[in-house]
């Protein structure tokens, strides 16, 4: 009977140890930026959400980051910016899109620790917008690739 409850504690003892050094799961840092922040970090001003100007960006249906179209009434400037969900706090890759019509598609594209943003002129014009992130070693991406938001 001592050596079932001698070998018993042992158990019990070698779960906690490993519980214990092993700890519960991380939790994933939480994006510090806004999307309006993101903006206003970059190009100043005020910036507002414009309508049908977010997305969700899923990697096999993990979210790995968001892209929103954000407006200056002020400027006239609209502003592209994807936040990380994923690596957030460290160097990784992030893309911010837009096109304006009659344009081609420019990019701020890198290796940010949260968030890649472009601002381009739109006065009077339609835009599209996307936004990257590489999850791993691929890509994922969503976006608006039909023309919105134009005035």
């Known amino acids: 009977m001592r050596v079932w409850a001698r070998r018993l504690a042992i158990s019990a003892l070698t779960v906690t140890m490993a519980v214990t050094a092993l700890g519960s799961p991380a939790q994933a840092a939480t994006n510090p930026y806004s999307a309006a922040g993101a903006c206003a970090t970059d190009f100043g001003g005020s910036w507002a959400y414009a309508s049908d100007g977010h997305r969700t960006i899923y990697a096999d249906g993990t979210k790995v980051g968001d892209v929103y179209l954000m407006y200056n009434g002020a400027t ?9 969900a ?27 620790k949260y968030y890649a943003a472009i601002q381009r002129s739109a006065r009077d014009k339609c835009v599209m917008y996307s936004g990257e992130v590489l999850n791993g070693t691929m890509w994922a991406e969503n976006g608006r690739s039909s023309w919105g938001n134009c005035g």
């Open 76 to 84: 006239a400037y609209n502003c592209v910016v994807t936040l990380k």
């Open 86 to 112: 994923v690596a957030v706090g460290s160097y990784s890759g992030v893309a911010a899109w837009i096109r304006v019509e009659g344009g081609s598609w420019v990019a701020d594209s890198g290796n940010y």
